[in-house]
Structures are given as C-alpha cells and as structure tokens.
C-alpha cells in the first residue's frame, strides 16, 4: 500500500463461476511492513446482497479496516506534530495560552511558538454503519513551547478522546467522503506549569484540531 502498511489479498478460497456472476473471495489482510505476523482479529463471514444491476460489486469487511488501522498504528502513522513551520495556519504562542491559562503565563513569561506533539495511545476503532463508519481514537496531545535555541520545553499533556463518522459516497467518478466530528472530550494528564482546567483549553485546542488535523486526514 505504502512505506507503512501491506495489503494480503490472496484467495481464500476457489472461485465460485455460475452463470450470472463470478464471486472471488479475497482475504483482505492489512499488515505493518516488515512484520507479516498472523491475523491479529477474527474475520466475521458476511454476504453481499443479492443485485444483478451493476456490473461490478465490491464489499470490504469490518475486518479489513480493523487490521488497516493495527497496522499504521503499529507503524505510528497516528502521531502528528503540528509545529509553526509545518503547517499554514497554526499561529498559537504561550502568550496566546497564558491569555487563557494563568499558570502557562506565570510558568513562561517570555512569548515563545508552540508545538503540539499528537498520539494515538489505542488502536482506532472503526465500526461499520449502514451508510457510513464510525473511528473511536484515544489519545494524548504534549504541548511544547520552543526556545530561541529551537530547544523545547514541554508545558503539559492532555488526553484525548475523538469520535467521528465517515460517510463515503461517490461524485463525479471518484470515491470521496465527508467526515463529521462528533465528540471531543479532553483531560490534564500532566503538567509543568501546575494544576489548571481543562476547560479553559477545550475551545482552542478544537479549533486547532479541527483545522489543521481532520482536513488532513479528509484529503488523504
């Protein structure tokens, strides 16, 4: 598929070849490259409804996505770090933190630029809808202030919980999709700077995910 991730897409069985149609069963099996290792869950049998008014039909499994999303965790494809001179919008500073939280203002008095360092600490969930597909992320965000030295210095850390839904559809020939932030819940795990809270930061650690991380994701 990519540096990260390989796909098994072997038969699992003989090709069925009847009249109407011709039904090739493939496995489905997204690996980390490099550590082609047994199934890591259980493939659940499904069945493709009965239609005979499209020429090609495709299915792909909860079980394909499962393993997709075991392999670019493993690969550590879901960490991020969203830095002033890696992305166009991001213009967040202490000064801006310390406008909210009085701790970061005492902590660094000096204005400095902010990086955000995103993990994911679980593997994704993704469940199939009827229409769409839901992802359950766990995760931790660190947020750093950068010295003039390009050293950084890191303030606090926040665990985080996302819930989004995809709804793929096609348009114009090409296979796209909307995504929808459902819920976005935040809680200090750490801090330098003492004990703040959390609510204080919610709005404007949204804004910044919302901005700068779902887009990215959307567009690949």
């Known amino acids: 598929i990519d540096d990260l991730a390989k796909v098994d897409y072997s ?4 090709p069925a070849v009847l009249r109407p149609f011709i039904d090739l069963e493939l496995k489905g099996t997204v690996y980390p490259s490099g550590n082609h290792t047994g199934p890591f869950y259980v ?5 493709i409804p009965d239609q005979s008014d499209s020429m090609v039909y495709l299915a792909f499994s909860e079980y394909f996505f499962q393993t997709s999303s075991y392999a670019y965790y493993t ?21 801006i933190f310390g406008s ?5 203002r005492e902590y660094s008095v ?3 630029p ?14 199939l809808q009827q229409d769409s597909f839901t992802v359950e992320i766990q995760g931790s965000m660190e947020v750093f202030a950068v010295l003039p030295d390009s050293s950084t210095q890191s303030l606090f850390t926040i665990n985080m919980a996302a819930n989004t839904s995809i709804a793929p559809n096609i348009f114009d020939q090409k296979l796209m999709g909307s995504l929808c932030l459902n819920r976005l819940q935040f809680s200090l795990a750490h801090s330098n700077v003492g ?6 930061l919610e709005n404007i650690l949204s804004y910044i995910l919302q901005t700068e991380v ?7």
């Open 114 to 127: 902010v990086m955000l360092k995103l993990m994911a600490t679980e593997i994704p969930i993704i469940s």
């Open 75 to 95: 690969a550590g494809a879901f960490n991020i770090t969203i830095a002033e001179e890696t992305c166009s919008y991001f213009n967040i500073s202490t000064e």
């Open 214 to 220: 779902i887009p990215s994701a959307n567009g690949k």
């Open 100 to 104: 909210i939280i009085p701790e970061v």
């Open 195 to 200: 004990f703040f809270e959390i609510s204080l």
């Open 11 to 14: 038969l699992n069985s003989f």
């Open 110 to 112: 000096t204005p400095y």
């Open 43 to 47: 493939a659940a049998p499904f069945v």
